[in-house]
């Protein structure tokens, strides 16, 4: 293989690598910043007991960025789920 190619491949390959070790990070991330969030519901409005104050609560300090780390987390997870799924 000539020395031009394989600088290109490189990159590629070390990805391949690297990827699944990435996704179980950011899964295990997004388990615990997801489990970590207090639910609004409680055992009544699962089974469809009316809890309006549930809907007017403001998140706020730790709880606002546990909530926005969420987010960032489960994109970065989608976005390589999809660059897996690319690549393959």
């Known amino acids: 293989m000539p020395e031009k190619a394989y600088g290109r491949l490189f990159p590629m390959t ?5 990827l699944p070790f990435v996704q179980i990070a950011l899964s295990a991330l997004l388990i615990v ?3 970590l969030q207090r ?4 055992l009544g409005g699962a089974f469809g007991a009316d809890n309006f ?14 909530f ?5 987390i489960g994109i970065l997870f989608a976005l390589s789920a ?6 393959s």
């Not at 926005?68 to 960032?72: E, G, N, P, R, Y």
Request: charged letters at 10%; aromatic letters at 6%; glycine letters at 10%.
């Open 33 to 35: 910043t997801i489990l």
């Open 53 to 66: 104050s549930s809907g007017f609560h403001t998140r706020r300090g730790f709880e606002k960025t546990l």
């Open 82 to 87: 999809l660059i897996s799924l690319l690549t």
């Open 39 to 42: 639910t609004g519901a409680s």
């Open 68 to 72: 926005s780390a969420t987010i960032v």
């Open 14 to 18: 070390s990805l391949l690598g690297v």
